[in-house]
């Protein structure tokens, strides 16, 4: 028995790889929550860098995902996906989703015309 892949699901194997990340690097953060004197510490043409800040120093956020002071503490750096993101993955799903009940539905009908 042969496996086939269900033609929408070709470009999504070509996409998949494209998506990850080719590196991760580790950068400097120009801000932190509460946003403060020490936010801009190390940067060229500020204060020099010191440590003793309040909050946490929050990341860089790259192409796919942003960081924040969180709302409900504002010590912490919060990870949130880019809006066009959350749409890409969740239109992704429904595909998904979608190409898995098809598939289903195909497999049951098959099998029900094989028992008559």
Avoid: K
Wanted: net charge neutral.
């Amino acid at each position: 028995m042969s496996v086939r892949v269900p033609l929408l699901l070709l470009p999504l194997l070509f996409l998949c790889p494209l998506l990850l990340p080719a590196s991760v690097r580790a950068v400097q953060s120009v801000f932190s929550c509460p946003l403060s004197a020490a936010s801009v510490a190390g940067v060229p043409g500020t204060l020099p860098a010191f440590a003793g800040a309040l909050g946490e120093v929050c990341g860089t956020g790259s192409f796919i995902h942003y960081w924040t002071c969180c709302e409900d503490y504002p010590f912490e750096c919060c990870f949130h996906f880019q809006p066009w993101a959350i749409v890409f993955l969740a239109m992704v799903a429904v595909i998904l989703v979608a190409v898995l009940l098809f598939g289903i539905g195909r497999f049951l009908i098959a099998m029900q015309r094989e028992e008559r």
